[in-house]
Every structure is written in C-alpha cells, then in structure tokens.
C-alpha cells in the first residue's frame, strides 16, 4: 500500500480523546469525507468517528479512543491515507510529495538543482531547491514556473530578476 501524509497530530484537545490536527493540504475540508487515516510511523490505522474545525485545524476522535490518556502517544505523529483516497487534483495542480525530487531548470536548459522541500508561507508554495553548491527559494507562480514535467521529472522556470542572486 501507498501512503500520502496529509496531516500532523499536534496536540490533544480537552480530556475525552480528541486530537488537533495541523493539516498538509490546501483543502481542509477534505478530513470530513475520511473515514480512516494511518497515524505514527508504524502507520497504525485508526476509524475516525467525528470531524469538526477550530479555526484553521481540523479536530478528530477516533472510534475507541475516549480518554486524553488513549490518544497522547499520538502527539507529533504524521498522519497518512492510503493514495486511492487522495482527492483529484484540477489541472496545472500536484501534490507536494510528487513535486519533491523533481529536477530544476532555467528555461536556457541549463540546470538548477532538485526540490527539496516546498514551504507554504501564504499566498504561493515556495520551492527549496538545492544543487551541490546553494539554495534557492522559488516561487510556485505562473511568473517564474513556465513548465512542469511529472512524466521527465523536471521543471523549468524562468527566474524574475534578482531570484537567483
């Protein structure tokens, strides 16, 4: 089984077992329709029995699990679903996991480097990319990324000035 991590525990919540979730997704909507999710790095599969939102974290409680002292062993844990519950995506759009490792080029062909980690700061993702000798940040907009290739594994961008100084 595929897995795609969705989320971290971080945090109980009240004494009745519930759990504050900070959500790796861009719609937080989504933990209403999951009806179980795979916690820690054992992946241990756990039934969620309700979903409801404080502020911008989803909070979950577990079928079975009724006490703060049930759910604590769970605080940082990621949370996983198996990948033929992910969402479908619109075009032009992907997930983070399948963005990581892509190779990056400048639109001369000439290369950058790989993406290492992507940032979610606000209104665009932002791209770590890293080669050998530097790092760089670049934003995830139309601007700067003028293709994506999932098939080649690459990206190419066409850097605003001053991007890569």
């Known amino acids: 089984m595929e897995y795609i991590q969705i989320g971290k525990i971080i945090n109980t919540h009240g004494i009745k077992g519930d759990v504050k979730v900070l959500p790796l997704t861009d ?9 179980k999710i795979f916690v820690g790095k054992d992946k241990i599969e756990l039934e969620i029995s309700k979903v ?3 502020k911008q974290n989803p909070m979950l409680h577990f079928k079975g699990y009724d006490n703060i002292n049930d759910v604590e062993k769970f605080k940082n844990s990621d949370i996983w ?3 033929k519950d992910k969402i479908k995506l619109p075009k032009d759009s992907y997930f983070i996991h399948d963005i990581i490792g892509l190779e990056v080029y400048l639109n001369d062909d000439s290369y950058l480097g790989k993406i290492k980690e992507v940032l979610q700061p606000g209104a665009n993702d932002v791209y770590v990319v890293e ?3 530097k790092q760089y940040l670049i934003p995830a907009i139309k601007d700067v990324i003028k ?4 098939q080649d594994k690459k990206i190419i961008i066409e ?3 001053g991007l890569l100084e």
């Not at 719609?27 to 009806?35: G, P, T």
């Not at 293709?147 to 999932?150: D, S």
């Open 147 to 150: 293709e994506v290739n999932m």
């Open 52 to 54: 409801w939102y404080n």
């Open 81 to 83: 679903i198996d990948e």
């Open 159 to 161: 850097p605003i000035k």
């Open 27 to 35: 719609d937080i909507k989504r933990f209403d329709s999951l009806k």
């Open 131 to 133: 080669n050998e000798d």
